[in-house]
């Protein structure tokens, strides 16, 4: 069995990976840079050609910048949207038998503060809900024509491996080099925004779970537990033995996109799948583990 992953060099593109080896599954990493395979998801005669040459059991996508900036809109576009399509109608032409997973996300739901489930209605609110929401569109359609697409809508979900420009890498790097001596100062917006803090694995555990079965294709992935960035600063800095107060500004004027985006992943669980790793433990991988 193989598994064509496009977008493999992110977190979720890592776990994956190991997890499918782990399963006797070949996974065959396809990125725009890196050591896998070169190639761009947006441009549809490598992925047919990748499609034909392998024939994959699994195709993942999972490229996208998930900036949801309007700047990012031809970008979002061309990576969700248009690789969304060209997989789905490779897929259709040369690989029928194949199961395609295509990335959706928490914020391409109306939120309004409540646990969000696979069930509840999109609200296209920045070029990244569009790009989402037209590419589960796109999936249902050729779900319709008879290949077997799976949707499985990501909360917020951290690791080891996230780059340094999200909340959760910038706070346990700072904490790491304030334990070692920096007096720097951390500026952070809203610490009151609740979001969920899953570990990435687990999360990528929910993927396959999904695919591993005929029944359900469209589900939230995520622990349905929200903690706020004051409790992630709490959590961090006492590992290392720092109060955070003493090394956190907070910034004036910052206005978050929303005040909390929590799962409800009732559905997920129903087919056995659970996180493992707690807020906790991925607090101490990630303030433990040499910067990836």
């Known amino acids: 069995m193989k598994a064509l992953i496009f977008g493999a060099n992110g977190q979720d593109g890592y776990y994956l990976q190991e997890l499918c080896k782990l399963k006797g599954i070949e996974p065959i990493g396809v990125a725009r840079s890196g050591n896998g395979v070169i190639g761009n998801v947006s441009n549809y005669g ?154 990435a694995e687990d999360v990528m555990r929910g993927v396959l779970t999904l695919l591993e079965q005929d029944r359900i294709f469209e589900a939230t992935v995520g622990s349905g537990v929200a903690f706020t960035i004051e409790d992630w600063l709490e959590q961090c800095f006492t590992l290392v033995g720092k109060n955070w107060r003493d090394h956190v500004k907070l910034r004036s004027g910052f206005v978050p996109e929303y005040k909390q985006l929590v799962s409800n992943p009732e559905t997920i669980n129903a087919l056995g799948w659970l996180p493992r790793a707690t807020f906790s433990d991925l607090a101490r991988m990630m303030i433990h583990t040499p910067n990836s």
């Not at 248009?82 to 997973?101: M, P």
Request: glycine share 6%; no cysteine.
């Open 46 to 199: 490598q992925v047919e050609q990748l499609i034909k040459q392998h024939l994959p059991t699994y195709v993942f996508h999972l490229a996208a910048s998930s900036t949801t900036r309007h700047d990012a809109l031809f970008e979002n576009h061309e990576t969700i949207s248009t690789g969304t399509l060209n997989l789905l109608e490779a897929v259709k032409k040369h690989s029928s038998a194949s199961k395609v997973f295509v990335t959706g996300s928490g914020v391409q739901f109306k939120n309004t503060g409540n646990p969000i489930s696979e069930h509840d209605a999109f609200e296209a609110n920045s070029p990244y809900s569009v790009a989402r929401i037209h590419s589960v569109y796109a999936a249902r359609y050729y779900r319709s024509l008879g290949i077997r697409t799976y949707v499985g809508y990501l909360f917020h979900h951290e690791s080891p491996h996230r780059k340094e420009n999200h909340v959760s890498k910038m706070v346990a790097m700072a904490a790491q080099r304030i334990a070692t001596g920096s007096n720097e100062i951390l500026e952070i917006g809203d610490i009151t925004v609740r979001k969920e803090w899953t570990y």
